[in-house]
């Protein structure tokens, strides 16, 4: 597959987000809140430039044209972070004991699972943000990795061992992602 002579990624910046790029860390800020990131590399260059960043490298290998791309994908999230924020929706389903979900700290803790004495922890990661009202489980922040990683974690503490997934659905599930 033959590589670009140069790879070269420009991005909006909209009205109301400050772009600053300072020692290999980029720092987004917005009406949502503030993000910062470290991009280092050898080859690949990242400038600030009014109301854009720039993502470049002349010459690159395989690699390194993957790399920008996702330097792009990572600059884009951070402005939708604090733009927009990230919400990620989570059902509570349970067929015959009900679950007790709440927060306590950085933890979501999930009681009565599945007639379970001992509770479940699911760990709130970096930033985000969890609601519970009713049902549905919200959790928002300005990090998407942030956000999805809670998201997932609480999903993950309620998986179902040693019993068929198809009969047996009770947990918390993912159901809308955004």
């Known amino acids: 597959m033959p590589v670009a002579s140069e790879v070269k990624y420009e991005i909006e910046v909209p009205e109301g987000v400050e772009v600053k790029y300072e020692g ?7 009406p949502k809140g503030h993000i910062s990131r470290e991009f280092k590399h050898d080859r ?3 400038i600030t ?11 690159p290998r395989k690699k390194e044209y993957a790399l920008a791309g996702t330097w ?3 600059v884009k999230n951070m402005i939708k972070g604090v733009t927009e924020g990230f919400e990620y929706h989570l059902k509570i389903v349970y067929a015959h004991f009900p679950m007790k979900v709440s927060v306590k700290g950085n933890k979501v ?5 599945m ?3 001992a509770p479940r922890y699911a760990e709130i990661f970096g930033d985000a943000k ?6 549905t489980v919200i959790v928002t922040s300005v990090n998407k990795e942030h956000a999805g990683q809670t998201a997932a974690n609480i999903e993950r503490a309620t998986r179902v061992k040693d019993r068929d997934p198809r009969v047996f ?4 599930y993912i159901v809308k992602k955004g």
């Open 130 to 135: 969890v609601q519970i009202k009713g049902d």
């Open 169 to 172: 659905q009770d947990g918390i």
């Open 44 to 46: 690949l260059k990242m």
């Open 24 to 30: 290999y860390v980029l720092y987004v800020k917005g």
């Open 109 to 113: 803790v999930i009681e009565n699972f």
């Open 49 to 59: 430039d009014d109301g854009k960043v720039i993502v470049y490298c002349p010459l």
């Open 72 to 74: 792009r994908a990572h």
């Open 115 to 117: 007639g379970e004495r």
